[in-house]
């Protein structure tokens, strides 16, 4: 097992959104983070580098069952599927293992996912706000890993998204009855959930611009079924829909984070998806 630290300098430049109190203060809370290595599943377009080829070899050693469900199925079937691009399917993956704190693989499917078109402020955008819906501690560990992968590839400040950037327009008439309905349902039991939700997530969050609406709601989607939280996935496959996600993609990401987050996480969420479908179909 190999150990690192992150200075703080650099957990700021990977993730500017992110305040400076908060960031020394889940450093601290952190301290030495580890990374294993585990058997890392890739497409089968992509050549098996020294580190995949290890990985895998160990995993002979202990599962040859997995390793040939890695090569025969989820390498050459599931990431060739059609219905899902193969930038969409990085951005499932990564929200996934970052929702599920699946650290260890995430250095080869960062790599991936620039390969596969994902922009470094994209990336960044991914974490920031992985930090809402995962906790703070989740994005502080995608952090740490990130900064190897972001190094490795030369990628500096020039291509991060601006702390505190132009912000999307907002739909004032959607965000006031959404604003609305959790008030008059949470303002009493919570008001401090209720506002940060409303001044922090959907006033600012929701609107930073380097990371489209509609993969802002791809990430939520798969990293709240991936975390078994499906109570909030009617509200946000809704949006993400609205946003421009067709009904076959969102079934792609069920099939993609089943294999990424267990099968007991997607058969948890089928329904809710089934619901969202056919009133939208209506």
Do not use: C
């Not at 955008?125 to 190094?151: D, L």
């Not at 990424?260 to 009133?279: C, I, Q, R, T």
């Amino acid at each position: 097992m190999k150990r690192f630290t992150v200075p703080t300098a650099v957990l700021f430049q990977l993730a500017p959104a992110i305040s400076k109190p908060k960031v020394l203060a889940a450093a601290i809370a952190l301290g030495w983070l580890t990374i294993g290595s585990i058997a890392q599943a890739q497409p089968a377009t992509r050549n098996k580098g020294p580190a995949q080829m290890s990985s895998l070899d160990d995993a002979r050693m202990v599962a040859p069952a997995l390793v040939s469900y890695t090569e025969d199925h989820l390498l050459v079937d599931v990431w060739k599927r059609s219905g899902l691009a193969l930038r969409d399917r990085s951005i499932v993956t990564i929200a996934a293992l970052i929702a599920r704190n699946q650290t260890s693989e995430l250095p080869y499917y960062l790599n991936l996912a620039l390969e596969n078109g994902v922009k470094p402020k994209e990336i960044s955008e991914i974490i920031t706000h992985m930090a809402f819906y995962a906790g703070w501690g989740s994005a502080m560990a995608a952090v740490a890993v990130t900064k190897g992968v972001f190094a490795q590839h030369k990628i500096g400040a020039d291509q991060l998204p601006a702390a505190m950037p132009k912000l999307l327009s907002l739909n004032e008439a959607a965000e006031a009855q959404r604003a609305a309905l959790v008030e008059e349902q949470f303002g009493s039991v919570a008001p401090g959930v209720v506002q940060y939700t409303t001044d922090l997530l959907f006033r600012n969050l929701w609107l930073r611009p380097d990371l489209a609406p509609r993969d802002r709601s791809l990430v939520t989607v798969s990293a709240l079924i991936a975390a078994g939280q499906i109570a909030q996935v009617p509200y946000h496959l809704n949006r993400a829909m609205d946003s421009g996600l067709t009904q076959e993609q969102a079934s792609e990401l069920l099939t993609h984070v089943a294999f990424y987050a267990g099968w007991p996480n997607v058969f948890s969420a089928l329904p809710v998806a089934k619901g969202v479908f056919e009133k939208r179909s209506k």
